[in-house]
């Protein structure tokens, strides 16, 4: 079981785990003998928090850097305990820590009392969702292991976890220095009777039962090892929530693709036909869909999860840069990705004196937001009261993981921030004198936004080029843009980095915008498209039209292609198909070609 | 799940995530038992494939059974093995056996020096070809930005402070007071170019867990753990001028863990038989340094 340990810096965290690990004989002899022998050399006297500040550095400043773990085992379990920092500058550390955690001793020093990291962490635990905290009122030698002093901040703090909807597990009065009520009752502190550090971390529930709950699959990534003559294509990822069987139905969200489970597949085990929470396992389906990794595996039976690209949420952030509106962010959540902006910020609250402030503008470093996010494509989750770990997501500024939150209901309906876009953008439009119409007619033919689309490799960019050449010969304008050609050029800002694929998808879509206008047939190839990629390019490229041509496997979900070639043959057929479409189209006369 | 279930299920899925994110991945495969468990997860990870190349730095006093394994296995599990090694210093005699430097510096030159070197492409890497049977130059010189390592957390003080993926710069140097958040299940996967990253699947594993998942599983590994007559066995492997044996009784792997869980070696830290670790700043400054 992993416990966490979290509090205000100097409030004796460490001294807490070292005294659980020497009063428990959990120490390896060498580790006790090296710490007192670095305390001999440097004048020091021995204390048991050293044990744990094994970093030089660290030991020179005195305080936790970083989250250490520390190995433990009492007769009931194996413990990981995890020394949070409680150093504020930390706190990136301390979430580390905590996160992992399936329950938490708070540490707060009798004689100094709640202090802002005293609430900050308890605020951060419960985001965090771990449930059990058990408040540890440290040092009560020095206050003469007085009960007043103990019941007066059991009160207090109470008052705190209240307003912040916890609810502890217990409070116990320790000096973890003088090894009070850690491993055995305090004969100094007979009036209180409840259990010791090692009782109450044994008296932790372990997790709660998630096999009963709906299932829920991240897709985490698809296997295929064909050269090492292995045929199975394996959906691969680590069960969320709930179980499944092998001939259960399951559903893919977003894309919406149904199959069938034909194995659970694993290596070295015995033949399993189910799967369920906490493995991590692989399924082989009974119908080869294209899916990609990112996407939510569920069963059709159970209650759903959201589908959404708006969403209310719980933010803490911890980026050096604050969170602003319109900067694009990288959304993590499960094992989906997606860029993401912050539409809207409803309040923020201020762990330190735990006041709101609704009128902030940005979230600063350390801040708790409720705000409202919105994505660029949807993606699959819940809210984070009915599955936690579908629920809560990472925030990814500039490479650094900057925030992390929980999602609290889904906000599909209302303008998304492309609409928005494109309403604003259309509005601003300045026409010339030449109406499309007009243009039309002295083309001969409909201005068109023709997308090719498929896997890389399926000979896409030929088929476009020499659509091109065609209606070019025949007198029609009709122009190919290579991707190649704009990433060094209108993408050089943006360059090719696999973030920026969201933006570069918009520019080419803006570009079609003005081509289209301008009368063109504007052909271009993207790579893989799915259903949420020609939706946006059919906005941005609005009031014009799209022409979409799938080649080689269909990757689309619910949007029918205007045209699908399953396999390319001759050069010469697959432009003939393209060119007779255009004619029934009415995009070119017939007796143009 | 019991807590070996759990331990496997994370550091699978650790193994997962650094496929999907890094295109160019190595492993780093030292022989021992840490390493060799890490293997057998990407086995699981990978429905008994490895697709990813397994890296090891051959100082030439390796303890020469461990070669010999290292290369039966690569051949049985069709492994990606490549190894490095500091051509100079051996050529040279910059080393301690020689005579020519201390434990920490030969360590430095024939380990750190090595693997830097090996990783970022610059000094000639060898290739295990399956048919040839034989080492042969690799041509690959791309540096790998992703390494995964089989650290463990409860080896030693500074170890336990990694984080599962931790990024180093470009000069392998280990920011130990400023790493990244990692939240939940989610690591940090995105770096700025001229970074790369270690990967770190068994940091929350103990050396008994080790121990017993290799008798659950039945992973193969180097006799040198075993006593085989001479009433010693290796606990931890090394070169073997500077490795010395546990005295130890145990010759199977149920008196191994035996001797671990209650018997003599349960109060007695792992790496004691490593002469290294004893010099002046130890262990913690090899691995500012790139030591794994």
């Given at each position: 079981m992993n416990i966490v340990i979290v509090g205000h810096v100097d409030h004796g965290k460490s001294t807490v785990i070292g005294r659980l690990l020497a009063d428990t004989g959990s120490l390896p002899e060498g580790k006790l003998d090296a710490v007192k022998a670095s305390c001999r050399r440097n004048s020091k006297p021995f204390e048991y928090a050293f044990l744990l500040d094994a970093l030089k550095d660290e030991q020179a400043q005195g305080i936790t850097i970083d989250m250490a773990r520390c190995f433990f085992k009492t007769k009931k379990r194996d413990y990981i305990i995890i020394d949070a920092p409680?150093?504020?500058?930390?706190l990136k550390n301390m979430i580390t820590g905590a996160s992992r955690a399936e329950a938490a001793l708070l540490v707060i020093d009798a004689d100094e009392g709640i202090q802002e990291n005293s609430r900050r962490h308890g605020q951060m635990v419960s985001m965090l969702g771990v449930k059990q905290v058990t408040v540890l009122v440290n040092k009560m030698d020095l206050v003469g292991y007085r009960e007043e002093v103990y019941l007066k901040l059991q009160a207090d703090y109470s008052e705190f976890l209240r307003q912040i909807k916890v609810t502890p597990v217990s409070f116990i009065p320790v000096s973890a220095r003088e090894g009070e009520n850690i491993a055995s009752h305090s004969e100094l502190m007979g009036w209180y009777t409840g259990p010791t550090v090692l009782d109450q971390l044994d008296g932790f529930a372990s997790e709660a039962d998630l096999q009963e709950k709906p299932f829920r699959f991240p897709v985490q990534d698809i296997y295929k090892f064909t050269k090492e003559n292995d045929d199975r294509r394996i959906v691969a990822g680590t069960v969320a929530a709930g179980t499944v069987h092998a001939g259960d139905e399951v559903l893919f969200l977003p894309s919406g693709k149904q199959s069938r489970v034909l194995s659970v597949e694993s290596f070295n085990t015995r033949p399993k036909t189910a799967a369920t929470v906490g493995d991590a396992i692989g399924f082989t389906l009974a119908t080869q869909i294209y899916i990609r990794p990112g996407e939510l595996m569920v069963k059709p039976s159970d209650p759903q999860p959201e589908v959404g690209s708006r969403f209310r949420v719980n933010i803490f952030w911890l980026g050096r840069a604050p969170m602003v509106r319109d900067r694009e962010y990288k959304l993590k959540l499960g094992s989906a990705k997606a860029s993401v902006r912050l539409a809207e910020i409803c309040n923020t609250l201020d762990a330190s004196d735990l006041s709101f402030s609704s009128s902030k503008q940005q979230l600063e470093c350390r801040d708790v937001g409720e705000c409202i996010l919105e994505t660029s494509r949807p993606i699959a989750f819940d809210p984070s009261s009915s599955s936690e770990s579908t629920g809560r997501f990472v925030i990814v500024d500039n490479f650094e993981i900057a925030g992390g939150g929980i999602v609290v209901e889904n906000l599909s309906s209302g303008e998304t921030l492309l609409q928005r876009h494109i309403r604003e953008r259309e509005n601003n439009w300045e026409a010339g004198h030449v109406r499309v119409e007009e243009r039309a007619q002295a083309n001969s033919h409909q201005p068109k936004f023709i997308v090719f689309t498929g896997a890389?490799?399926?000979g896409k960019r030929a088929v476009a080029k020499s659509l091109e050449r065609t209606l070019f010969e025949n007198r029609m304008n009709a122009y190919y843009l290579g991707v190649a050609s704009i990433d060094r050029g209108l993408d050089a800002d943006i360059g090719a980095k696999a973030d920026s694929a969201d933006e570069r998808l918009r520019r080419i879509g803006e570009l079609a915008r003005i081509l289209t206008d301008a009368g063109l047939i504007f052909i271009t190839t993207i790579d893989d498209a799915d259903d949420f990629d020609i939706e946006a390019l059919k906005q941005l490229n609005e009031p014009n039209d799209i022409l979409v041509i799938n080649l080689g496997e269909n990757g689309f979900s619910r949007y029918q292609p205007?045209?699908?070639?399953?396999s390319v043959g001759e050069l010469k057929e697959s432009v003939a198909l393209v060119v007779t479409m255009l004619k029934t189209r009415e995009i070119i006369n017939d007796w143009q070609i | 799940m019991d807590h070996l279930d759990k331990l496997e299920a994370q550091s699978v899925y650790i193994l997962r995530e650094a496929y999907r994110e890094f295109k160019s991945l190595c492993m780093l495969w030292s022989i021992g038992k840490d390493s060799t468990v890490m293997l057998w997860l990407a086995r699981k990870a990978f429905f008994g494939h490895v697709p990813i190349p397994l890296v090891h730095i051959d100082?030439?006093?390796?303890?020469p059974e461990m070669i010999a394994y290292r290369d039966r296995i690569a051949l049985e599990w069709n492994l990606n093995m490549i190894y490095g090694e500091n051509r100079d210093a051996l050529e040279q005699k910059l080393t301690f056996p020689d005579g020519n430097t201390d434990r920490l510096t030969c360590c430095k030159y024939l380990k750190s020096e090595a693997l830097k070197h090996t990783l970022s492409g610059e000094w000639p890497r060898y290739r295990l070809d399956h048919e040839l049977k034989r080492y042969v130059p690799d041509e690959g010189k791309e540096p790998y930005t992703g390494v995964i390592a089989g650290v463990r957390a409860d080896e030693e003080g500074s170890r336990s402070k990694e984080r599962y993926f931790s990024p180093r710069d470009k000069d392998n140097v280990w920011d130990v007071g400023d790493q990244p958040p990692e939240f939940w299940n989610q690591f940090k996967t995105d770096f700025a170019p001229g970074t790369h990253v270690r990967i770190h699947p068994l940091l929350d594993w103990t050396e008994l867990n080790i121990w017993e998942y290799i008798e659950r599983e039945n992973i193969p590994i180097v006799s040198l753990y075993f006593n085989q007559g001479e009433g010693t066995r290796f606990r931890s492997l090394g070169c073997y001028p500077c490795t010395n044996p546990v005295d130890s009784e145990s010759r199977t792997l149920a008196e191994v863990i035996e001797e671990l869980r209650s018997g003599k070696l349960s109060n007695i830290a792992e790496r004691s038989g490593r002469a290294q670790d004893s010099e002046d700043g130890g262990l913690e400054t090899l691995r500012r340094d790139g030591y794994m």
């Open positions: 409680g150093h504020i500058e930390f890389p490799g399926t205007d045209l699908h070639l399953p | 100082t030439h006093y390796k303890i």
